[in-house]
């Protein structure tokens, strides 16, 4: 006799606000899970709930509950699975925190993955149906992603989600800043998907817009000029991540522009030098040398909209040289900029230096401490205290996205006014962002008190 099975799969929220129960309202489809449906057997019912969004409805019936964590969700991830194995409910957690913290996470879980799911999914829903699951998955390498496999966005409908198409090119990086968790995931590596693959994937979707959720998708540069020749006929509009060395090389940047880039997050990280050779960002260091200038003379050139990510609380920083990141972003009219603080995630070589030096806070596990908030210094910078350091943070994302910055930055004939498409752009995501600044500051993380 088949028994049917079914998969509840889980995208945790980071927590919530004082009393209220967070909302994400900018909310992406959360793309792993797409993935994961895309690998069940299609004799295998495959739900989806989205905790950022929707009540998880922890009474339905289901043969495994699928959770994936992030550092940051971790603490609330561990609450629902909590929830469902008191109930007798089996559950599967995996993804970068699974990861990068297999002990922690294992405490919290029937039973985890290690690593991309692609190589052991199968097997995993095979020992499912047989009543063996394992305790550990350890997957190996994936060198060639989703092979065979494109992303199931039937789980994603009726979610509201951003009206904006997450794929993936390529996976990973080959540098190694120190903070970087997707550098420790994986290993400093970087793999392509097939681009006929990724081809069939946009085809097989109706949306023109598409956002590349590569953590630089200009980490192998021919293969990169293959996919941007291969989107050209396709006419279709994309963002995604890059690093600036791709500005040597010309004919990729041309090409690039001409396959539809609209706009791309860009790692400034610092604008002093002396930080970028201490996080050990290379690429960055001869641009860094001149302020940048002649990089950002040449992505304005390409029309190319700015989102510009900045860490700030590097040992080199001081609270005068983040007011100059601020003034260096705002000059730049950079069509949006991120005020990260600089986080230590468990893995990174920034997370064993900062642990050896004792200088963590909230006993080392900011991401579980009771204390901890969204957004939050958790750790002790060379040069201003914590609370110094996240509320310069904050002032700085709060005047970057202040009405009176917005319009002021609105005013670049080379970007954001180049074209109608891209003042839409412009201004449809600023209101978006500066609202999130104010909701998501100092969130608690979970959404119990105490654990
Ligand atoms: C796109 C993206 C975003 C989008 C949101 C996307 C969304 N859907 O909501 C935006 C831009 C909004 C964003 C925001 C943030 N992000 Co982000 N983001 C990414 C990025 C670039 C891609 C994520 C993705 O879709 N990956 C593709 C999927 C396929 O990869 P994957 O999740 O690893 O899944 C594979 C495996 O891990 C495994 N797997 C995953 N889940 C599960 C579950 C189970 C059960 C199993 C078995 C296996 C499994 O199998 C999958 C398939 O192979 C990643 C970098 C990265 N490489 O992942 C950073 C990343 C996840 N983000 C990060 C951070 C820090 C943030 C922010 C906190 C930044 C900030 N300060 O505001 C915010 C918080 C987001 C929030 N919830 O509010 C960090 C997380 C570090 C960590 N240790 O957790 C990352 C890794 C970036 C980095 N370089 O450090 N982000
Ligand atoms: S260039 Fe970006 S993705 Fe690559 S290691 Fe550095 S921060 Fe991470």
């Known amino acids: 006799m088949v028994t049917e099975m079914k ?4 995208k945790p929220n980071i927590g919530r606000r004082g009393h209220s129960l967070y909302v994400d309202e900018s909310r992406m489809e959360p793309l792993q899970l797409g993935i994961l449906a895309a690998l069940t057997p299609s004799d295998i019912e495959v739900v989806m709930y989205d905790d950022r969004a929707e009540v998880i409805p922890y ?10 964590v992030e550092t940051f969700t971790a603490r609330r991830a561990y609450e629902i699975s909590r929830q469902f194995m008191d109930m007798g409910v089996k559950v599967l957690m995996g993804g970068m925190h699974a990861m990068l913290l297999p002990g922690e996470v294992k405490e919290h879980a029937t039973s985890i993955m290690i690593g991309d799911a692609e190589d052991k999914w199968l097997e995993m829903t095979e020992d499912l149906r047989n009543g063996c699951l394992k305790e550990e998955y350890v997957c190996s390498e994936v060198i060639v992603p989703q092979k065979g496999i494109i992303t199931r966005r039937d789980i994603f409908k009726g979610k509201n989600y951003l009206p904006i198409t997450l794929l993936q090119f390529s996976r990973g990086c080959r540098n190694s800043c120190s903070f970087c968790a997707s550098g420790a995931y ?9 681009v006929s693959e990724v081809i069939e994937e946009i085809k097989s979707q109706e949306r023109k817009v598409l956002f590349f959720v590569d953590d630089n998708i200009v980490g192998n540069k021919e293969k990169a000029k293959e996919l941007f020749r291969a989107l ?21 940047m041309d090409i690039m522009v001409k396959s539809g880039c609209m706009g791309l997050v860009v790692g400034f990280e610092s604008i002093m ?10 690429i960055n260091k001869s641009y860094a040398d001149n302020h940048y200038k002649e990089a950002i003379r040449m992505l304005k050139s390409y029309g190319l909209q700015i989102w510009a990510a900045f860490t700030l609380g590097h040992d080199t920083d001081t609270l005068d040289s983040i007011k100059e990141t601020y003034n260096f972003a705002l000059k730049n009219k950079f069509s949006f900029a991120a005020y990260n603080i600089l986080m230590p995630y468990p893995g ?11 200088r963590l806070l909230y006993e080392k596990k900011w991401w579980l401490h009771p204390d901890y908030r969204f957004n939050y210094a958790s750790f002790v910078p060379k040069n201003m205290s914590a609370i110094e350091l996240t509320e310069v943070s904050f002032g700085c994302r709060k005047n970057y996205n202040s009405m009176s910055s917005i319009i002021y930055r609105a005013f670049d004939f080379k970007t954001n006014m180049r074209n109608p498409y891209k003042l839409l752009t412009y201004m449809v995501y600023n209101p978006i962002f500066k609202k999130e600044v104010f909701r998501k500051q100092g969130m608690k993380f979970g959404f119990k008190d105490g654990q």
């Not at 030098?273 to 290379?282: L, V």
């Not at 990174?348 to 004792?358: I, K, N």
């Open 7 to 10: 998969i509840t799969l889980i």
């Open 59 to 68: 009474d339905e019936k289901t043969d495994l509950v699928c959770i994936t």
């Open 186 to 194: 994986f290993r400093h590596h970087h793999y392509c998907r097939d």
């Open 232 to 252: 050209i006929p396709l006419k279709i509009k994309w963002v995604s991540q890059a690093s600036l060395d791709m500005l040597e090389d010309k004919e990729l």
């Open 273 to 282: 030098s002396e930080s970028i050779e201490a996080m050990k960002k290379g």
């Open 348 to 358: 990174t070589p920034l997370y064993d230096e900062l642990s050896r030096e004792g």
